[in-house]
C-alpha cells in the first residue's frame, strides 16, 4: 500500500497518490480476502463497482486485462 500513495525514494515526490483513499481501502479488502459482495456491502457500492473497476483505475496500478 505504500508504494501506492508515494513515488519511490529516488523519483520525485508526487502531489497526488497513485489511489485515492477509497481505492486504497479496496484493495486492502481484496488483499484481506474478502468477497466482492462484501466489500461493496461494507463501502456502500454496488458489487458490480469492486468487480469491475473503472479502466483509469486499472491503468494507475499497470493493470491490464487480456481480451480473448
Given at each position: 500500500?505504500?508504494?501506492?500513495?508515494?513515488?519511490?525514494?529516488?523519483?520525485?515526490?508526487?502531489?497526488?497518490?497513485?489511489?485515492?483513499?477509497?481505492?486504497?481501502?479496496?484493495?486492502?479488502?481484496?488483499?484481506?480476502?474478502?468477497?466482492?459482495?462484501?466489500?461493496?456491502?461494507?463501502?456502500?457500492?454496488?458489487?458490480?463497482?469492486?468487480?469491475n473497476?473503472?479502466?483509469?483505475?486499472?491503468?494507475?496500478?499497470?493493470?491490464?486485462?487480456?481480451?480473448?
Amino acid at each position: 500500500m505504500k508504494a501506492f500513495s508515494k513515488s519511490s525514494e529516488s523519483g520525485p515526490r508526487r502531489e497526488k497518490p497513485l489511489l485515492s483513499d477509497r481505492e486504497k481501502e479496496i484493495v486492502q479488502l481484496v488483499a484481506q480476502g474478502f468477497r466482492n459482495k462484501e466489500i461493496g456491502e461494507k463501502l456502500f457500492i454496488s458489487e458490480q463497482t469492486v468487480k469491475n473497476p473503472p479502466p483509469q483505475h486499472l491503468d494507475k496500478l499497470g493493470v491490464s486485462i487480456a481480451s480473448n
